[in-house]
Nanobody, 127 residues
Framework: QVQLVESGGGLVQAGGSLRLSCAAS????????MGWFRQPPGKEREFVTV????????YYADSVKGRFTISRDNAKNTVYLQMNSLKPEDTAVYYC????????????????????WGQGTQVTVSS
């Protein structure tokens, strides 16, 4: 049974930082590109960032570029999201997701491409 478990969310003031973690089990982690998405209140789920299986390719949404950093540790089956300079508009439920890819550098920004999802962790940024 595949499980993705996010942690590290919480309440932070604008300008602060949080580090999210997503621990994966029940899958061969190194076969998956890993993405982070978020769903702000009353809005649709949106792409945040993705990292390829071999870490060679990383994409960020323009809204987080320069502030967020994705990383992964294939030995620990874990993907991380370091979030700095947080803004109130970053408030959302953050989800990690796994995308089975044949090409080691393949990445996707589309919700529909991802095979497994975590339960989400709430991030609230106060002004």
């Amino acid at each position: 049974q595949v499980q993705l478990v996010e942690s590290g969310g919480g309440l932070v003031q604008a300008g602060g930082s949080l580090r999210l973690s997503c621990a994966a089990s029940g899958l061969t982690f190194s076969n998956y590109a890993m993405g982070w998405f978020r769903q702000p209140p009353g809005k649709e789920r949106e792409f945040v960032t993705v990292i390829s299986r071999n870490i060679a390719r990383i994409y960020y949404a323009d809204s987080v570029k320069g502030r967020f950093t994705i990383s992964r540790d294939n030995a620990k089956n874990t993907v991380y999201l370091q979030m700095n300079s947080l803004k109130p508009e970053d408030t959302a439920v953050y989800y990690c997701a796994a995308d089975l890819t044949w090409a080691t550098s393949a990445v996707s920004t589309s919700v529909a491409e991802y095979d497994y999802w975590g339960q989400g962790t709430q991030v609230t940024v106060s002004s």
